[in-house]
């Protein structure tokens, strides 16, 4: 089982930045999918970043191209993870509940699918305005 902390969401001005952090314990962090998600209200959880353990190569949706960035680092010998994304020209539809994600690399599902993922965070808010 894995425990996910997110920290560093609040609020910021239009044009503004913010990094988020997500600390991974628990469970040793092998071959998974890690990634950035954010939902509003009565829309559905929408993937912003990922990047799997084993190749460090980082992906983005559209919306953010540019402006995110994602970035994973091992803490500890014990396969503890800080899972980071700064987050710079800060739009108001970036507005969100921002939610760590971590999964099991399993054969057929891509990181970037939701269905990628088992353990998430509680979440981090961030508001844009």
């Not at 990922?50 to 402006?67: C, E, L, N, W």
Request: aromatic content about 10%.
């Amino acid at each position: 089982h894995v425990q996910l902390v997110e920290s560093g969401g609040g609020s910021v001005q239009v044009g503004g930045s913010l990094t988020l952090s997500c600390v991974a314990s628990g469970d040793t962090i092998g071959r998974y999918c890690m990634g950035w998600f954010r939902q509003v209200p009565d829309r559905e959880r929408e993937g912003v970043a990922y990047i799997p353990t084993t190749s460090g190569i980082t992906y983005y949706a559209d919306s953010v191209k540019g402006r995110f960035t994602i970035s994973r680092e091992n803490t500890d010998d014990s396969g503890g993870n800080t899972l980071s994304l700064v987050m710079e020209n800060l739009k108001p539809e970036d507005t969100g509940m921002y939610y760590c994600a971590a999964g099991e690399r399993r054969l057929g599902v891509p990181c970037t699918a939701l269905a990628a993922y088992g353990y998430w965070g509680r979440g981090t808010q961030v508001t844009v305005s």
